[in-house]
Structures are given as C-alpha cells and as structure tokens.
C-alpha cells in the first residue's frame, strides 16, 4: 500500500485531564490532510488494544470535539477542556502499510520507523513498532498472525507485544521534562 510520513502533536491540560480519564488527543498531519483523533484507553492484553476512537478531517488547533465525538456527554467534555489543552509531545515517523489476508481476514500490517519527542527540549527516544490491524474477520486470526510473525526469524530484530502505546511512551518521555 505504499509509505507515508505522519507527524502527530499529542495534547492533554497542564494537570493531566485527559490522562486521567485514560484518553489521548491528537492531531495529524497526513500528507496534506490535518485529522483530528480522539482515544479512549480500552482494554490492552499481549499487545491486543481494544479501544473506543474517533478520528475525522481537522483545521490545525481548532480541536472541534463536538463535530467529532458522538458521545454527546464526552464531546461536551472535551469542548470544556478545550482551552486548556496543550501540546506536550510528538510523533514523527514513516509508515509502511500492507493489507494481507491470513485464516480468512483481512490484516493491516503497518511498520513505522521514526521518533518520539518534546517539543522544546532534547528528549527523544526512537520509535520502531510494528502494528497489525483487524479489518474484517475473525479476531483469532489477528493473534494467529501475530504469533507467525512473532516464530519467524527476523535476523537482528525480535518482535514482542507490548501494550505500551505510542501515547503512553510519548507522555512517559514528556514526565521526564517536568
């Protein structure tokens, strides 16, 4: 499916709203179109997440909650928050994307090779994960490809499950600047 570059800004208050309620805001950039992405935390076991998103076409800054989120009583939330919010970390990688069909579903594979930082500082750290996405079919089949993936050699590198996300290591990196 080919490769993009995606630069994403992470926002949460200065006392950590959002983290509180186990959610993430962001904001990304792909290839000239601005989306805006809201996360619920979910449920995340071997690496498996299972969470509640939204995700839509966006004005840089306008973070419009309300035209987003159809949780009425959570995008009022949101709006409230609204002006509290601040960017507090980044992301920015290249993805590499393939569908593949394994035990009769269809999988997004996605490899993305970049960075994780804050703005302002020199704290970074590098970002390689491996991401598979259900996009019909049977959950099994995601576990038994990732177990496939997991059993084959990959020289150098090892895959491992992880139910980090790439907010949690981002706000991680970000408690370390304050």
Request: no cysteine; net charge negative.
């Given at each position: 499916m080919g490769t993009q570059r995606l630069l994403n800004t992470y926002f949460d208050t200065p006392d950590l709203a959002l983290q509180q309620r186990r959610m993430a805001v962001r904001e990304r950039l792909a290839g000239d179109q601005w989306l805006l992405t809201v996360k619920t935390a979910g449920q995340s076991q071997n690496g498996l997440s299972r969470r509640q998103e939204w995700e839509g076409p966006t004005t840089p800054c306008a973070l419009q909650f309300d035209t987003l989120v159809d949780d009425a009583e959570l995008a009022t939330d949101l709006m409230a928050l609204r002006p509290a919010l601040r960017a507090l970390f980044c992301t920015d990688f290249e993805r590499q994307r393939w569908v593949v069909t394994h035990a009769d579903a269809q999988i997004e594979v996605a490899l993305d090779q970049g960075r994780i930082h804050v703005p302002d500082t020199d704290l970074s750290e590098p970002l390689?994960?491996?991401?598979?996405?259900?996009?019909?079919?049977?959950?099994?089949?995601?576990?038994?490809?990732?177990?496939?993936?997991?059993?084959?050699?990959?020289?150098?590198?090892?895959?491992?499950?992880?139910?980090?996300?790439?907010?949690?290591r981002g706000?991680?990196?970000?408690?370390?600047?304050h």
């Open positions: 390689l994960e491996l991401e598979l996405e259900l996009l019909s079919g049977p959950e099994s089949a995601l576990m038994a490809l990732a177990d496939v993936l997991r059993q084959t050699p990959q020289g150098a590198v090892t895959l491992t499950p992880s139910d980090a996300s790439k907010a949690q706000m991680a990196l970000w408690q370390r600047s």
